[in-house]
């Protein structure tokens, strides 16, 4: 059986791909909604060095983001 992954490269490319359209704002640095919701994943994958986690682990609300912004 395969599991479906995402892994961080492809979280990455996503979230920079919206950072770039939508750089943080404000003394506070306040990030678009969708680059906030992918940096909630993509800092423990850093911290934790995995390079890809199951999708079926991750938020919902990441995932959404996430297919907004790949291949982008």
Known sequence: MTTEVLTFA?????????????PAIGDEHRMHPDANAMSDL??????????AVPIADVDG???EAFRRWQAR
């Open 42 to 51: 993509w800092a423990p994958m850093v911290l934790a060095r995995r390079s």
């Open 61 to 63: 609300r990441v995932i």
């Open 10 to 22: 492809e979280l990455d490319a996503a979230l920079e791909s919206c950072m770039r359209a939508h």
